[in-house]
């Protein structure tokens, strides 16, 4: 992987591990040649994944819609600033921007993107590996409650176990690196997208 979006909080929380992780995890991807793609914010979860990265000479590409550039704070050391004109586009660039996406602590705008990165590889439009890095138990409930979806019949099991998940940094990394995408859908006719 060359490039790994990571979705994440624009607010700090109050876990110092959390904040402490989201360091680690971008001096990780510096130190793994990895380029981070994120939401360009210099505050919050979002601005320490892109410190670590920056601190250890990473690169880093921001993409922010428009409207959010003074919310939240775009910052102006990245390797690239890419300024886009509503939410939904700033998902897809950073999609088309990635090889990989790591869902980190954050709040529903995070939700969202990891529910619509999910669902656009469960319908088959995308065979990219996605990791939570389910730090200090933050996300324990997201994965008992999609397995209740799973046993009630909402979901399948293999689309829940396409979504990987680890505690450590390392551990979602190497099974990011080891992931085996879903096969397509049958149903699906590629030649309509």
């Given at each position: 992987?060359?490039?790994?979006?990571?979705?994440?909080?624009?607010?700090?929380?109050?876990?110092?591990?959390?904040?402490?992780?989201?360091?680690?995890?971008?001096?990780?991807?510096?130190?793994?040649?990895?380029t981070l793609v994120y939401g360009?914010?210099?505050?919050?979860?979002?601005?320490?994944?892109?410190?670590?990265?920056?601190?250890?000479?990473?690169?880093?590409?921001?993409?922010?819609?428009?409207?959010?550039?003074?919310?939240?704070?775009?910052?102006?050391?990245?390797?690239?600033?890419?300024?886009?004109?509503?939410?939904?586009?700033?998902?897809?660039?950073?999609?088309?921007?990635?090889?990989?996406?790591?869902?980190?602590?954050?709040?529903?705008?995070?939700?969202?993107?990891?529910?619509?990165?999910?669902?656009w590889g469960q319908l088959g439009?995308?065979?990219?590996?996605?990791?939570?890095?389910?730090?200090?138990?933050?996300?324990?409930?997201?994965?008992?409650?999609?397995?209740?979806?799973?046993?009630?019949?909402?979901?399948?099991?293999?689309?829940?176990?396409?979504?990987?998940?680890?505690?450590?940094?390392?551990?979602?990394?190497?099974?990011?690196?080891?992931?085996?995408?879903?096969?397509?859908?049958?149903?699906?006719?590629?030649?309509?997208?």
């Amino acid at each position: 992987m060359k490039s790994i979006a990571v979705f994440c909080g624009a607010s700090l929380g109050n876990d110092a591990l959390i904040i402490s992780e989201a360091y680690q995890l971008g001096k990780t991807l510096a130190k793994e040649n990895i380029t981070l793609v994120y939401g360009a914010a210099k505050i919050g979860v979002m601005g320490r994944v892109a410190e670590g990265t920056l601190d250890h000479n990473g690169k880093v590409i921001g993409v922010i819609p428009d409207f959010l550039k003074t919310k939240e704070i775009a910052s102006n050391l990245l390797t690239e600033l890419i300024v886009t004109k509503n939410m939904h586009d700033r998902k897809v660039i950073m999609y088309e921007k990635s090889d990989g996406f790591i869902i980190m602590p954050g709040g529903f705008g995070t939700l969202d993107e990891f529910f619509e990165i999910t669902t656009w590889g469960q319908l088959g439009l995308h065979s990219k590996p996605i990791g939570i890095l389910n730090t200090n138990g933050y996300y324990d409930a997201l994965i008992g409650q999609s397995k209740v979806m799973v046993e009630r019949g909402f979901l399948k099991q293999e689309n829940l176990e396409a979504v990987v998940v680890d505690t450590t940094i390392e551990g979602v990394l190497e099974k990011m690196k080891n992931f085996e995408p879903l096969p397509k859908p049958k149903w699906l006719n590629t030649e309509r997208i």
